[in-house]
Structures are given as structure tokens and as C-alpha cells.
């Protein structure tokens, strides 16, 4: 079964320091990553996908994410924090194009709440 | 073009009552889905609509039924209302089931006395 985890609840930086969200999965096939943002009292946004290639992927808001195979890892960063970034962060997996009637679903983790100080 | 649009925004039920949870999209979307986010357990898919006229269960379906009425709208149903449904429900949408973005509505928070 597809899953992902992030192992922390919290994470809290400095404003213009690099921030880390981390995020590992678990998958049968090759990986289709994802991270959302969700502002309070929001719907969730995408931020940036990895499906194929580069191990750097770049996305919205300055967000970056690095896919590490051999670590199953694949987690958000960005170098310089701001205090609008505060906000709760999902990483997701999405079931293969091989995997029959439940293509497109997408696993979601429990999220972390990033919290930016001035 | 407002994206994914849910009503109504918030609800209280009293645990036996029933109401449907609407959801609309105006981007021509195929796929349609809904979640419910409970706190420290992410999203997780109650019932999704790969296309017009189908609907599969997610990985949490009971206790809701739903309604791909067409394209446009995809509706969750509480038959009879239980405290354990007390949740922000979202709804999404995809251009079809090989996309890879879900667009997401503003969430409905729904709380069961």
C-alpha cells in the first residue's frame, strides 16, 4: 500500500533562515510525490510534484523539494524562510498509472504545521 | 472562474440528522473527490468520481453516500449524522484520474452533537 510519513508535527525558523519539512514514502512501482500547503481556514494548494527526472524539483513560492531514492525521502525546503510561509504542509504519494480503478487517489501524510518567527 | 466551491462553509447536526454536503467545479474537470481532515491524521478519501456516472468508495465510505449529479457537481450525503463525522470536509477536482494536481475547495466544517 502507498503511504507517506512526516515525522515531525512541528518545525519552527527564524525568518531568512533555510527551513526543512520532511517527508519519507512507501510505494509499490515508481513513487508520484506531492507537497500541499493549507492556509487557515483554507483549501489545500499544490506546491510541486515529482513524477519523473531531476532529484530537485522546484515549485510555487520559492519551495524546492529534493527526491532521494535511496532514502525514500522527499522533503520540502526552502532557503530563506518568510513569515507568510507559516502554514500547515502535506506530503502526498499517488497510487501509478498500472494501478487499475484507484489511479489517482492520492495518500496524504498527517501534515506539519510550519510556524515562521520574525 | 471561482475553481472548486463548497456549501455550506459550516454546520452543526444534532447525531441522527442528515444533510448533503455540496460541491461544485467551473473548470471542466472530469475526476472529483472527497476528503475529510481530522486533526494529526492528514486527509483521508471518503468516496471519489473518476468521471460523470461513476463513483468508488475511498478509504473511509461509510456512514456517507454521494452523487455525481453531472460533470460539474459531485455531493456527499450524511444519512444519519454520528459525533465520529465531526471533520472539515473538502472536495476536490482533476482534469481526470491521470493528473497529477487536485484542486481543492474551501472546506466545509461540519460538527455532530
Known amino acids: 500500500a502507498q503511504s507517506v510519513a512526516q515525522p515531525e508535527d512541528q518545525v519552527n525558523v527564524a525568518e531568512g533562515n533555510p527551513l526543512t519539512v520532511k517527508c519519507t514514502y512507501s510505494v509499490s512501482g515508481n513513487p508520484y510525490l506531492f507537497w500541499y500547503v493549507q492556509y487557515p481556514n483554507r483549501g489545500l494548494q499544490f506546491l510541486l510534484k515529482?513524477?519523473?527526472?531531476?532529484?530537485l524539483v522546484k515549485g510555487s513560492y520559492g519551495f524546492e523539494a529534493e527526491f532521494n531514492k535511496s532514502q525514500t525521502s522527499f522533503h520540502l525546503k526552502k532557503p530563506s524562510a518568510l513569515v507568510s510561509d507559516s502554514a500547515l504542509y502535506f506530503c502526498?504519494?499517488?497510487?501509478?498509472?498500472?494501478?487499475?480503478?484507484?489511479?489517482?487517489?492520492?495518500?496524504f501524510g498527517r501534515g506539519t504545521q510550519l510556524t515562521v518567527w520574525p | 472562474n471561482a475553481g472548486v466551491t463548497q456549501t455550506p462553509k459550516f454546520q452543526v447536526l444534532k447525531t441522527g440528522q442528515s444533510m448533503t454536503l455540496q460541491c461544485a467545479q467551473d473548470m471542466n474537470h472530469n475526476s472529483m473527490y472527497w476528503y475529510r481532515q481530522d486533526p494529526g491524521m492528514g486527509l483521508r478519501l471518503i468516496y471519489y468520481?473518476?468521471?460523470?456516472?461513476?463513483?468508488d468508495k475511498g478509504e473511509v465510505p461509510n456512514g456517507y453516500n454521494v452523487s455525481r449529479l453531472n460533470k460539474r457537481e459531485f455531493s456527499l450525503r450524511l444519512e444519519s449524522a454520528a459525533p465520529s463525522q465531526t471533520s472539515v470536509y473538502f472536495c476536490?477536482?482533476?482534469?481526470?484520474?491521470?493528473?497529477?494536481?487536485?484542486?481543492f475547495g474551501p472546506g466545509t466544517r461540519l460538527t455532530v452533537t
Open positions: 502526498a504519494v499517488r497510487d501509478g498509472l498500472d494501478r487499475g480503478s484507484t489511479l489517482g487517489r492520492l495518500y
Open positions: 468520481s473518476a468521471s460523470e456516472g461513476t463513483t
Open positions: 476536490a477536482s482533476s482534469f481526470d484520474r491521470t493528473s497529477y494536481e487536485q484542486y
Open positions: 515529482y513524477i519523473t527526472g531531476d532529484n
